[in-house]
């Protein structure tokens, strides 16, 4: 068995000890900077609708300087300042084609998917070819990176339905647990029929007998989730209790991750994984405030006073910062850049997620936690008014049904 548990509570004890006054950051911006940051957003848009347009297909062929990459590359350095070393990470030969693969195969695999459902499995796409850079195995689509990330579009969104009654979530949650225990069962819906699908998938590339762990790290994750069922429940829960099912389904599903990448991992591995696991799943409680308010769903984040909130993320910030230092367990080359590109990504989206959900922050701690914005708030938000995910948007654009007759690289 995976010492989960141990892992709940060494980062427990971190979080416990982890500052919650405001964090240190490389870059204050002045009003004159993020003006220049947002004409800079403006005019990447612009490109974007280039790139989109069929009529301008031929001539961007001619232009490879005009095509996906290159504007990719000018918005994460001119808009978002990511450092040359980030940037090479991002934009490597290896990263460039997984995208596009995985997007392909997800459709092929799930016809039935809308794009937003195929971009939610994408996300986990790139978390897992980070870790195949980190391990230093071939970044690629493998079965298991394919299957896992299309897990996400299946079971959490029958999860997360509000329509579906908790008794026939917790039956799913059960056969779902047996299945991927092994146990051959029938399915009985669409759903778990594709995702027993999925789990076939894991047991071609990783066997049972050989690979014990990566099936334990499965469990783990299923386990979580089913414990985060709690949590949409009145039912007196405590905030001890809210904190580590938090923390184990966040842990558990990067362990899983890291198992279906490598295979195989250490003991210091298995507890850095569950500790950048745990980071994303506070970075979510934080961009999905209002929607967990909304529907009573317990977090760490969602039951705090006003007064609190930018207190808890001044802490996620330092607890990140800490975790990820336990990352430098892999021995990568280039670890200092791909670690520096983690934590910028994530302080990043954190920062913006409270200039997006400003009115549940006092104003004193918005004004704060803007200077280190590279874009005023009020443009995040107008931006997010025009589409609901600028990050989708990108996607969006980028695997239009057009996407086969541009040259993108």
Known sequence: MLPVQDYISHFIKMWEASSDELPHFQKAYTKEEKLKHQENFDA?????????????????????????????????????????GHLEIILSEDFKGVSKDFFYKARAFGPELKPENIYQGMRNVWIMNGLQLMVQVPIKITPSVFAYSMIYPYSDNFLDDPEIEHSEKLQFSERFNKRLNGHKLPAINFTEEQLFRLIAMFEDEFPRESFPNVYESLYAIQQGQTNSLKMNRQNGISDAEICSICFEKGGASVLADGYLVAGKLTREQE???????????????????????????????????????????????HFGRAALKEMECFDTPNMNDFLGLMNRSIETMIIESVGLNHSWFDKAYLKEIEQFSPLHFSYVRKKRKQSKSQRFTMFQKYFNTNVQEVEIS
Not at 53 to 65: G, S
Not at 287 to 314: I, R, W, Y
């Open 44 to 84: 990447f848009q612009g490109k974007l609708k280039d790139l989109q347009n069929v009529r301008n297909v031929q001539r961007l062929k001619k232009d490879p300087a005009k095509s996906f990459f290159p504007v990719f590359k000018n918005f994460l350095q001119n808009v978002f300042d990511f450092e040359a």
């Open 271 to 317: 507890q850095a994984l569950f500790g950048y696991g745990v980071y994303l799943q506070l970075l979510d409680d934080i961009q999905d405030v209002k929607e967990d308010s909304l529907a009573f769903t317990h977090t760490m984040f969602s039951c705090l006073p006003e007064a609190e909130l930018g207190k808890f993320v001044n802490k996620t910030i």
